[in-house]
């Protein structure tokens, strides 16, 4: 160590030994190890650790939820909820008759459906010792009731879109409620023996034309639309057309540049856009979401094919004619799978051609521990590479669980790659309705160990008794600007 009587002797000049100077180093000095990874180097043991109170939220957040927010709740009575639909006034016939005679006998149609209530919940769990430790952001319990609370909304919130209750497998009931998606046709193009209320953009970007032509559909069913659910992208792109047009009136501020499009006002009347960010396209997984997803499948192959029972229409903007490549994942109620090497179809070469798309189990099946319900198909764009990202086209019940077994799917180019979906419709409780058995809630469990922990759940089903009054804009694109 250097003394008081060796600083003394010390030249004032800076002409110390270089033993002096090796000495002086040994001195302590905070650094930026972190202790709690290295062990501690010189003085950064003795340094307290500085850490935020306020904890940053990474995620989505509530004024994320939109259409949660927006679609009006009941309650529920039991687990199967019917409901009559008034589906006419009467028939068609005439309703003039001659003085003094009596008209025809006529009457109103009603139609007797049902919702199967569907169960949401998260169990949350924490440690004796955790509630008795200083925690940086407060309460832990209270922090991680929040945190499930979160967790369900944004759940029930991509449910309430894409839900589908029909991939159960061999015919059994899903797990999921049908999200409006599915409950105003999905990808079909009849619902009830009628046509479908749908706009086709052919994947091109969101127009003022687009959405004209979508709200008069819900005006000539008898609907009065009130709000647009949107991606945020779509919205961004109509933005990007509005501009140069110069027909929004900007409030002077100065120092401000563009301005946010809130509302659509068409001949049906004031919409209102609603941003969500659980409507944004979905890619290929690379890795399975939960250690109880089922083994990853693989593509056999993609055949064109010209002649059948199905008509493709392949006039679509980047899903035109051309070569596909395709992805496949397997899903059942715990997740789902990472998805398969890309496999490129034969080249489309008319619009009436169809691919022949088969799939195929893993090989493992029959002995895995967590089955197949569901496959999710991922396709690209038009003569894209392999390597691109692939997006969801469409969702097929696997035709067996044996080991490489086959489904088949023929893709007809209904729902296009790398396009969004708008829903457009009247939010009132008269056409749609979520019917809640059990509100959120929270349920103490049994303590079996030094540990606190509950359920969180929430028990309901959406109810959409106008179909028609809801209307899907499906394949619309991206500006390129």
Not at 59 to 64: I, K, L, N, V
Not at 267 to 275: D, E, K, R, T, V
Not at 341 to 357: G, K, N, R
Not at 365 to 380: K, L, P, T, V
């Amino acid at each position: 160590m250097i003394g008081i009587k060796d600083y003394e002797n010390m030249d004032g000049f800076g002409l110390s030994t270089w033993e002096e100077v090796a000495q002086l180093n040994k001195a302590l000095s905070a650094g930026y190890d972190i202790p709690a990874t290295s062990g501690g180097v010189s003085g950064s043991a003795l340094r307290v650790e500085s850490l935020e109170s306020s904890l940053k939220v990474v995620t989505y957040q509530m004024q994320h939820i939109k259409f949660w927010q927006k679609i009006p709740k009941l309650p529920a009575y039991s687990t199967v909820e019917e409901y009559n639909q008034l589906t006419s006034y009467g028939s068609d016939a005439g309703a003039f008759t001659p003085e003094g005679e009596l008209g025809e006998y006529d009457d109103a149609s009603y139609a007797r459906k049902t919702a199967l209530i569907k169960f949401i919940q998260t169990v949350r769990k924490v440690t004796h010792p955790l509630t008795l430790v200083r925690a940086a952001h407060g309460d832990v319990v209270g922090n991680e009731i929040r945190n499930g609370i979160m967790w369900m909304l944004g759940k029930i919130e991509n449910a309430l879109y894409w839900g589908d209750r029909s991939l159960g497998y061999a015919s059994a009931e899903g797990a999921e409620f049908d999200g409006i998606n599915k409950l105003i046709g999905g990808d079909a193009t009849t619902y009830a023996g009628s046509a479908i209320s749908m706009v086709d953009a052919k994947g091109d970007p969101l127009t003022e034309d687009i959405l004209e032509t979508a709200a008069n559909t819900v005006v000539e069913n008898y609907g009065f639309p009130t709000d647009i659910f949107i991606g945020t992208r779509p919205l961004a792109d109509l933005a990007k057309v509005m501009f140069p047009k110069e027909r929004i009136v900007v409030p002077y501020k100065e120092g401000q540049v563009g301005v946010p499009i809130n509302t659509f006002a068409s001949q049906a009347g004031i919409l209102a856009f609603n941003p969500d960010v659980f409507l944004r396209k979905r890619a290929h997984p690379t890795a399975a979401t939960s250690a109880k997803a089922p083994l990853a499948p693989t593509v056999t192959s993609a055949t064109r094919s010209a002649t059948g029972a199905y008509t493709g229409d392949w006039t679509k903007t980047n899903n035109g004619w051309g070569q596909y490549y395709y992805r496949v994942s397997a899903a059942n109620r715990y997740g789902e799978s990472a998805a398969s090497a890309a496999v490129q179809s034969d080249a489309v070469i008319a619009d009436t051609d169809y691919v022949i798309v088969l799939l195929a189990n893993n090989a493992g099946e029959a002995a895995a521990s967590y089955h197949i319900d569901y496959f999710n198909i991922y396709r690209g764009v038009a003569n894209g590479g392999a390597a691109d990202t692939l997006y969801l086209v469409h969702q097929i019940v696997a035709a067996n669980r044996t080991n490489s077994g086959n489904t088949t799917w023929n893709d007809i180019n209904s729902i296009c790659s790398n396009v969004h979906k708008i829903f457009m419709g009247e939010m009132t409780p008269q056409v749609i309705t979520f019917k809640q058995l059990a509100p959120m809630m929270k349920m103490d469990l049994a303590v079996v160990e030094p540990s606190i922990r509950w359920l969180q759940l929430l028990y309901g089903v959406p109810v959409i008794y106008a179909p028609k009054k809801f209307v899907m804009i499906k394949n619309v694109g991206e500006a390129t600007i």
